[in-house]
């Protein structure tokens, strides 16, 4: 595999890393309007889900555990689309799963920091059989998006306080277990993220997972400008210098 230094593009972060590049990935979108009906929205979820594994990996009567996005008191677009969830599971039991498990973090229903959510006009599936390169195209995704919000939508205490996320897993604790583990709980470090290289997590799965696999973007319906547009929001978002990871 080759070795390759790596600039962050943050200048808040503005340091070099040592990457491993690894193998190509394929990465599925399937694109979604708002506002589609449930039948558009599992249809999207089946195209992406089949065009990115044959489900070889799946023997007849395994369990299979879905973990949902559901960091949010507040109902979808701010968590997972529960007809997403519905579709995978269809998709899982035709498949051969026997038990399909749907869970996350208790207490949910607590965590109401904000009712502003920004729904883009066209959302995407993205399926990829390489957790890394799916995590790393969905953060280019939620950046572009991001930086599409209105500053009169913005929270900007939320968005730029060092303050707030030294005490938010406190705060969290607190309600979930009450003053006395929270005063006990590990405070948080800001990261700020301005393009998918400045996520300590991602850059820790790269040393996990074989290096940064070569992301090749594919269509899975007919929603081209979408999976087009995505390809050239990651190209600047990653901004990737002189190393070849993009094509599509």
Known sequence: MQIQSVQRASPAMALHIRIEMGTQAKVFLAG????ASEQVIKLAVRDAVEAATDFSWLSKGDAVFIKPVNNSGNPNPATTCP???AATVEILKEKGAGRVIVGDMSGVQYL???PTVFEPDYGLIIASGS???HDMVSLAWLLENRSLIPASKRDGCIDTSIVVPRNANRMVTGWLGGWGPALA???MTKNNISTIWDDRVLTRS???FGGVPAVLLESANKALPVARKTAWSIRSLANCF???LWSG
């Open 32 to 35: 979604v309007s708002k506002g």
């Open 83 to 85: 007809t997403a969830i």
């Open 112 to 114: 109401r920091f904000s």
């Open 131 to 133: 957790v890394v390169a």
């Open 185 to 187: 709980s590990e405070t």
């Open 206 to 208: 790269y040393d996990l």
């Open 242 to 244: 002189s190393m070849n």
